[in-house]
């Protein structure tokens, strides 16, 4: 797997597990390299002094007959889950990598980083990926953020696809990936969760994939009651420039829980 | 002609030539978007309140016979000269473009921008035309950077087919363009010149296309004597990821010099 890491000007290899760590989630088609080009965390990254990893989206060449005809299913598009389908399982563990291989692999090859101060921001499929993966380990992640998210992918079309492909047909088992759903039973430490949603992001007004209401609405019916910020944004669309553009905002919302500003910022 | 303008949050439209503007001259092959996507200097421009200009490399789509053929000529590589050869005399005018045309045109669109304070910065052919524009116009920008420009063009394989075939084979008229010549006969008002140059760019140490010492050497020569700083980084290559990571250092330059923040910077 391809992967991009962010060290700041504080990172420090003699200083073991001393660098927080951001991991940022890419969307639908992309490869560690847009977050990394584009996304422009790491002006901030350098100025709180925190890492960024920028994994890739699904496995690559994995041979799986049909993986590379759609651009929202297969390479490019792994969802953030643990396929159980039969053609896929074996390779499509996109939720088990990012949540237990990928840190381990890292924390060997990077001893300054520390993955027990670790928060979770994502764009779009990513934005999805990030809520999921915060919402299914309770205190393990200090903070999440999306820009984007597919927020309610068992009720949307790349959702249904996707989960449809990797976890077969049995809704249920859509559910236990579905962040509007997870919030719900959530029953863990609290931190604000902060999003952005752009109003000329044609995904969100025209085609109804991405649903931040519904996420805000569940909150209101969980532990998060009051603490979910959706931020909608006039003039933005579902580009890279929206990212670039709020992400200072993300990275001091996660500076503040992964413990690197005071509480006065 | 495409473009992109990127706003600082303390633009205002109606404060009437209060903004002042970087422009950024992009390399072989870009678009408007690379510099937008990828440089980082929106952070920057909106910490001092400058805004950035993202020019096009070239006309596209004028028509002349042979100009799609070469990643290094014609379209995607007008090399900020205005061209004399009778098939690009016509379209290929990148230099008065960027110094005459463009800021009329843009003072038309956005009047709250200051073209009286104006700085230049580039990356490899477009750090030739920085250098190469702010040379040829003693007085009318405030201050000029560089990374990895391509410092000595009528000495390398770049400069000798863009201006072979632009202005034809009178090397006399290239040195006009040349900023390792221009620079000795400078006799204007001195800001200190700044570039970055990366030790593992390859077109730098493989291909000799770059050359910032020849630069260096003929400023010591010059009213630049002493003023011009040439940056070797180890490490890095000749990518957007090199502009990303010293884009802060240029940015404060240029601020200083825009009056942007006083001289204890």
Redesign the interface.
């Known amino acids: 797997m391809d992967i991009n890491v962010y060290l700041p000007a504080s990172y420090d290899a003699g200083k073991i597990h001393a660098t927080p760590v951001l991991i940022y989630l890419a969307g639908l088609t992309c490869s560690p390299a847009n977050g990394?080009?584009?996304a422009?965390f790491?002006?901030?990254a350098d100025k709180y002094g925190f890492a960024v990893v920028y994994p890739d989206t699904s496995p690559r060449g994995a041979g799986i007959d049909g993986e590379d005809e759609n651009w929202d299913f297969g390479t490019g598009a792994g969802f953030y889950c643990d396929a159980t389908t039969e053609k896929y399982k074996d390779h499509y563990r996109m939720y088990s990598y990012i949540n237990e291989e990928l840190p381990v692999l890292l924390a060997e090859k990077f001893a300054g980083l520390d993955f027990d101060t670790v928060s979770l921001t994502g764009h779009s499929m990513g934005g999805y990926g990030a809520l999921a993966i915060y919402l299914k380990n309770a205190g393990k992640y200090k903070s999440v953020s999306a820009f984007a998210p597919i927020s309610n992918p068992s009720n949307c079309p790349w959702g249904e696809k996707c989960f449809g492909g990797y976890l077969g047909d049995d809704r249920a088992a859509w559910l236990e990936y579905d962040p509007t759903v997870l919030i719900k039973k959530y029953d863990g430490p609290v931190a604000p969760i902060l999003i952005h949603q752009g109003l000329a992001d044609a995904f969100h007004y025209r085609d109804n994939q991405l649903q931040p209401e519904n996420f805000l609405k569940a909150s209101e019916e969980s532990k998060f009651k009051g603490k979910v910020s959706v931020n909608l944004v006039e003039k933005f669309d579902h580009s890279?420039?929206f990212i670039?553009s709020f992400a200072?905002e993300h990275a001091e919302h996660h500076a503040k829980y992964l413990g690197l500003v005071g509480p006065s910022l």
Chains 1, 2 share one sequence.
């Open positions: 990394a080009e584009k422009f790491q002006p901030y890279y420039f670039a200072k």
